[in-house]
């Protein structure tokens, strides 16, 4: 059974891999055989992802590239092409969060969140799935949604909506890329601590999500690696596309 999960001979590429949640799932692929690419906007903090992949004996290198740039992406797929030859995983994980009130947002900070959460994916997708195409083998691509996408939350709402957005663009070319052998899906992680939602997260907010939480803790990064895994092997869930997977202790249940 261990080999349905064998990513021996692939090459995920990780948009957002210097994150808590993309670093934790990068290292999950590396674990499992593939080569991964580390692709951050930050690279010093890349390169240390990378760093822990090669202690722990995987195979990694650090990319630079902003997500909302087409130029910076269609940069590092290049020099990732030179390094690999191809990819065959495509996992995007940036994220970009804001607790400022409806009545309050600003335009300009509604778009810097459309951007990076909803935008850059369509982008990615644009440059790092049309390759995986051209390629003619099987490929799989995991976007990084959020509980918030199908209810949202209080106090995030330009993130909620992104989400939202994020799962319609999953659904969508799940059904666009299928005739290609290209599955498309989507993880909604519940409440993982991370650096975007970590300045929101009171004593009050953390009281309420444990209340609507019936395994009543927090996730852990590492949490997401076996959902990331199942998804990226072509073995394991070579029939699953256009899903939104929930990894939430529960919290997609939860109502009184």
Known sequence: MTNLFDLTGKTAVVIGGNSVLGSAISKGFAEQGAKVAIVGRNLDKAKEVVKVIEREGGSARAFQADVCSRDSLLGAADEIQQWSGGWDILLNAPGKNSSTPFFELEMDEW???????????????????KKMIDQERPGSIINISSVSSTTPLSKVFTYSVSKAGLNSVTQFLAREFAPKNIRVNAIIPGFFPAEQ????????????????????????????????????????????????????????????
């Open 111 to 129: 778009d810097d969140i459309m951007d990076v959460n909803l935008k850059g994916i369509v982008l990615t997708c644009q440059i790092f799935a």
């Open 197 to 256: 939602n970590r300045k929101i997260l009171s004593a009050e907010r953390i009281e309420s999500i444990m209340e609507h939480t019936p395994m009543n803790r927090f996730g852990t990064p590492e949490e997401l690696q076996g959902a990331a895994v199942w998804l990226a092997s072509e073995k394991a869930s070579s029939f699953v596309t256009g899903t939104l997977i929930r990894v939430d202790g529960g919290f997609g249940s939860m109502t009184i």
